[in-house]
């Protein structure tokens, strides 16, 4: 045994050299940690706090709502003519977005701003079937729009109940983004009556928000709860990138079924008017109130012969809720008032001096005047343009060559009227009227007969860059 001692220990020497020498050499690129992460379940709580009671973590079945809401959701192109480049004729330009079938006879809701300056609209059908849409009207102040295809027996979504939906409820978004067709995205209702400020001073706004996916294209598409009732239009992201990064809105159900309905029986909506200027609640104001909670809307001034001041509502007033539901915010406020029409009756609870006061509102059809008042536009089309204070012509042929969208000119306006306080000046191609596209005098004159007591004039100038669009009241 002696004999083999030197070499085991020659043996052993050399492996020790070379393994010191391979580590000198060949040192690692990788630090290993002193101490290894700790590995949790994701219903761990840190600290070593604990709960008092377990909330069961449920998995909500989609797949039903999302094959369900599928079929009833569209791609929409909008199609709009440019100036001739191209041997004289036209080249067009297109926007893209979704819809929504609302009705098996083919009636579907979409985002004003997903059609405007269409000339065509062509719907694609989640099945392939493609179809030629008629614009029946849309309403920028709401960004809703409602197209008629000629087809039957379409599957479609019905209207849910957006004030029942619930901040933390699962909902799916529908869409096409970036023409990705019948995309489903998933999320929860992260708030409701959102204002993002993205409207006019006469807009709605009373988004609900939520965190499941919406990039462009999504716009007009669905947004349901887990039974597949459609709870809202997909109308808006706020956005660094311009893409999804965490928020989106949508129009809810029950705002845009009371617009979509008045658009399908009127050919644009009827808003009722309370007739007041309001502002949020704060702590101060609630304290001068008398106010438990700082919830509700002040009223700061009510117009003259309106709504609120045949009530008896009075500045200073402090409203509270609207028909048994609680005001907290101005979008709760603006987006309850916006689900009703002309001639409805509102339940209103408000506090003066501090104590609560009801009283019954009846809605008129204006900012200034109850629903008894005149409607000037029952007069004929060429009394309203002299009571307006303007002349309309058709486009030239040259013009309508020359110019990029189809249109009537305004010829003359008339010194000190209704039209040049506005601000509108002679030379305005206008392209639509509350909404509705006109592409001749006969058009602008028949919808100018429909327009109520209200007028939304949108168009361009040849020789200033963008769009432009004016707001009349009809008095």
């Not at 009127?266 to 009722?272: A, Q």
């Not at 609207?322 to 709760?332: E, M, Y």
Request: aromatic share 8%.
């Amino acid at each position: 045994m002696k004999k083999y001692a030197p070499f085991v220990v020659t043996g052993l020497l050399s492996a020790g050299l070379a393994l010191g020498l391979f580590a000198l050499f060949l040192k690692p690129d990788v630090l290993v940690e002193s101490s290894s992460p700790q590995t949790v379940f994701t219903n761990y709580t840190p600290y070593g706090l604990t709960s008092s009671s377990a909330i069961p973590v449920g998995s909500p079945d989609l797949v039903k709502a999302s094959n369900l809401s599928k079929l009833a959701v569209v791609y929409i192109e909008s199609r709009s003519s440019l100036a001739g480049t191209y041997f004289g004729r036209r080249s067009h330009e297109a926007s893209t977005g979704s819809g929504v079938i609302i009705s098996e006879n083919g009636y579907i809701a979409t985002n004003h701003h997903v059609i405007e300056g269409g000339d065509e609209i062509m719907v694609l059908m989640e099945d392939g079937h493609e179809y030629e849409a008629k614009l029946i009207g849309s309403d920028p102040s709401s960004d809703l729009a409602l197209l008629k295809v000629a087809a039957k027996g379409l599957p479609h979504l019905k209207f849910g109940d957006s004030d029942s939906l619930m901040v933390g409820e699962w909902v799916l978004a529908i869409g096409n983004p970036f023409r990705l067709y019948s995309t489903v995205t998933a999320g929860i209702v992260s708030a409701k009556s959102r204002n993002i400020n993205i409207l006019d001073e006469t807009g709605i706004e009373s988004f609900i928000q939520t965190d499941a996916a919406v990039n462009p294209g999504n716009s007009g598409g669905a947004l349901v709860d887990t039974r597949g009732q459609l709870m809202g239009i997909n109308t808006a992201i706020m956005t660094y990138s311009g893409q999804y990064e965490g928020f989106s809105f949508a129009i809810p159900s029950n705002i845009a079924r009371k617009i979509l309905e008045d658009i399908r029986e009127f050919g644009s909506t009827k808003r009722g008017w309370l007739g007041v200027v309001i502002r949020p609640v704060d702590a101060s104001s609630a304290k001068e109130s008398g106010l438990n909670d700082i919830a509700g809307v002040i009223i700061e001034t009510v117009n003259t012969s309106s709504a609120a001041e045949a009530a008896g509502l009075e500045a200073g007033d402090v409203i509270t809720s609207i028909d048994g539901q609680r005001i907290v915010t101005s979008p709760d406020f603006i987006g309850k008032v916006g689900q009703h029409r002309p001639g409805d009756i509102l339940r209103i609870k408000y506090f003066r001096n501090g104590k609560e006061k009801e009283t019954s509102v009846k809605l008129s059809d204006s900012r200034t005047s109850t629903i008894g008042a005149a409607i000037p536009s029952t007069g004929s089309p060429d009394e309203i343009l002299s009571n307006l204070g303007m002349d309309v012509r058709d486009l030239s042929s040259s013009e309508q060559t020359r110019l990029p969208k189809d249109g009537v000119l305004v010829d003359a306006i008339a010194p000190g009227s209704k039209i040049a306080r506005a601000n509108m000046e002679e030379k305005f191609i206008i392209t639509r009227i509350n909404g509705v596209p006109i592409k001749s005098t006969a058009d602008f004159k028949s919808e100018l007969k429909r327009a109520g007591t209200a007028l939304y004039l949108q168009g361009y100038y040849e020789d200033y860059p963008g769009d432009f669009a004016y707001s009349l009241a009809l008095k």
